[in-house]
């Protein structure tokens, strides 16, 4: 393809706390009072077909931008103009800001900012040019200009594209203030959140200028609530909407397997106080670890029978489950053809960097290319250690698999949303039919060789392939269960944990596996392991339950039954969790043995999926409860 849409997620730390906002215009509610003028008439090439008007909306990772095409069939010049309302009360301090970017990096777009000060919105009226980009950035960025020879008049800002046959010009966030003579952002601190016990973190930060005083000295301080350390920078030189990147001098010493909560903070520019406080400090979470627990890489492949380049994907996922099983958890997430499922694919293509087919997600934390997983498994994940370790095995009754998971956590954790994720995921998936047709663009070798599918046909029929990893189904979402773990856990707790899958009956039981993972509130697994596929066929059932039983199911007349059988006395009670984590109701049953029938109400429930947790002794059971 001649060019490729990247869909990059910005995080604006842009403050809200400026005085006297001017204008502000972020595109969520489309454009608002601004004229858009269309001069150079020009038809959009087909690939863009959509976008016919001067500008138009997008979303990019939840954000809407402006955006303006410049890929023209015949290939020409844009003169495509996006006007402000009239902007009133300039003064010296008056300032404008926006983000931009290119689409494709190959193909970067110019712009022109001009102003008009005769309230005018025709092209004629706008004859001062304020600032020309040839070939924006292919990453978001911000930029400034200052309106001080406007003070005292009203203008209008116009943003013109004027690209050469290029693609696509994103702009948002467009802001005119007063700016104040001291604000420094501390837009960034990061340290590494795992770290062994006996050894130090270094505290890195960014701060971007925001106000026109250029920053030539700044005390920067970190605290872990007992000690405080000061970070005093001078000599430096940071203008108005620089950045400047440092790292705090003292370390922080790592002694326990603890939980240490850190906030890092501007405490003065040039020897005075930041006229504005509410972007000056920044949280931090270091977790000692207790021992060294090797990191697990898990890799979540997005891929498509549709896909020509796919092939790469799937020939790089066999390589390194072969190569390196022990430390290797691969799931190949289908997008468009009769494998994919539907909340699986809307979660792996949401993920920020996701930008197009193949690209493997490596524990939620970053989106690369499947060529790069040894290198990064070998040079990074391998230098990694986990705050907690997994055992998972499953067993089979009928078309049930019950799964087992046994987690050893390495660290404290405290208020932490810790997720539980599990996977259903199939080997050796077959099919019938063009949708399991293998799009091959490496046919005839016209890519290079594949793994074998430069020999190949394109596309590779479906009698000629088999699919493995294929991502089926996820029992408690994308994101997991909300909170599976307490409020608090510390080094050396032990969660034992069990619930089952209910199987399909178009999947082969005997190639099906699970993977269950551990994910922080942001996101990122934190520890994994999954059962075998190869083992999935024994009648083994946990020794604490010898029958679990959830029905009606969906519930009937506002009610269900829970029928337990245990082997032993043992503490029993019920929670009801609805899919946000929230618990809607519980029971407490004291001592139990042998067979029961628990009831569960749900006339105050409301239409959706619950999970019912059985906790017996140290076991947790959960069932999936569809209320209709």
């Known amino acids: 393809m001649r060019k490729n849409l990247l869909v990059i997620l910005f995080c604006s730390l842009f403050s809200a706390a400026f005085a006297q906002i001017k204008y502000s215009q972020d595109f969520e509610n489309g454009f608002g009072d601004m004229v858009l003028i269309d001069v150079d008439k020009k038809a959009p090439h087909a690939q863009v077909a959509s976008y016919t008007a001067a500008w138009n909306i997008r979303t990019s990772d939840g954000s809407k931008w402006a955006v303006s095409n410049s890929w023209y069939d015949p290939a020409g010049k844009a003169d495509d103009w996006m006007i402000t309302p009239v902007i009133t009360d300039i003064t010296a301090n008056t300032v404008l800001t926006w983000r931009a970017f290119s689409a494709d990096a190959q193909y970067k777009d110019s712009y022109e900012v001009r102003v008009s000060a005769t309230g005018g919105t025709t092209p004629a009226d706008f004859n001062k040019v304020l600032f020309t980009k040839a070939g924006e950035n292919g990453d978001p960025i911000e930029r400034s200009l200052s309106l001080k020879d406007y003070a005292g008049q009203q203008v209008r800002l116009a943003f013109r594209n004027i690209s050469n046959d290029k693609f696509l010009l994103f702009i948002d966030d467009i802001q005119v203030f007063d700016a104040v003579q001291r604000d420094a952002s501390l837009t960034d601190a990061t340290v590494k959140k795992y770290v062994l016990k006996g050894n130090e973190a270094i505290i890195s930060y960014s701060f971007k200028n925001y106000g026109l ?30 950045t400047y990147y440092g790292q705090f001098k003292t370390k922080v010493a790592v002694d326990e397997p603890e939980q240490i909560n850190i906030k890092a903070r501007v405490l003065k520019i040039n020897g005075l106080v930041d006229s504005v406080a509410v972007n000056n400090e920044r949280s931090l979470v270091i977790h000692g670890l207790d021992k060294d627990i090797p990191q697990k890489m898990v890799v979540e492949e997005g891929t498509g029978t549709w896909c020509g380049w796919c092939p790469r994907g799937a020939v790089n996922m066999a390589k390194m489950r072969d190569t390196y099983s022990d430390e290797f ?58 705050p907690a370790a997994i055992e998972v095995n499953s067993s089979i009754t009928d078309r049930t698999i019950t799964v087992e998971a046994n987690i050893d956590f390495n660290t404290q954790f405290i208020n932490e949303d810790l997720r539980l994720i599990a996977v259903l995921v199939e080997d050796s998936v077959v099919g019938t039919g063009s949708g399991y ?109 010898t029958g679990v039983k959830l029905s009606p199911n969906p519930s009937q007349g506002g009610m269900s039954y829970l029928t337990v059988s245990l082997t032993e006395s043992q503490p029993v009670s019920i929670s009801v969790v609805n899919q946000l984590g929230q618990m809607v109701a519980s029971r407490d049953y004291g001592i139990l043995s042998g067979e029961m029938v628990l009831p569960i109400s749900t006339m105050e429930f409301g239409k959706g999926l619950y999970f019912v947790n059985l906790n017996a002794g140290n076991k947790l059971h959960v069932s999936k409860l569809m209320v209709d």
Not at 223 to 234: I, K, L
Not at 515 to 537: C, P
């Open 213 to 242: 005083s250029t920053i030539n000295s700044i005390d920067i301080e970190w605290t872990d609530g007992v000690e405080s350390h000061v970070d005093e920078r001078t000599g430096i030189n940071v203008k108005f909407f620089e």
């Open 329 to 386: 958890i691969g799931i190949a997430v289908h997008n468009e053809d009769p494998m994919m499922s539907d909340e699986y694919n809307a979660g792996i293509t949401s993920i920020p960097g996701f930008s197009g087919f193949p690209s493997v997600v490596i524990n939620r934390a970053s989106v690369q290319d499947p060529g790069d997983l040894e290198d990064i498994l070998l040079n990074t994940v391998r230098n990694e250690t986990g």
């Open 437 to 545: 047709d293998q799009v091959n663009f490496y046919a005839n070798v016209a890519a290079g060789i594949m793994g074998g599918y430069e020999s190949l046909p394109n596309p590779v029929p479906a009698s000629q392939m088999v699919y493995n990893e294929v991502g089926r189904e996820l029992l408690f979402g994308f994101d997991g269960r909300a909170n599976a773990f307490g409020t608090e856990i510390n080094s050396g707790d032990f969660a034992d944990l069990s619930f089952d899958f209910d199987v399909s009956p178009s999947y082969d039981i005997n190639n099906l596996f699970v993977v269950v993972m551990i994910a922080d509130g942001e996101g990122n697994i934190l520890a994994a392991d999954h059962s075998e596929s190869r083992t999935v066929g024994s009648n083994e059932v946990s020794n604490k339950f």
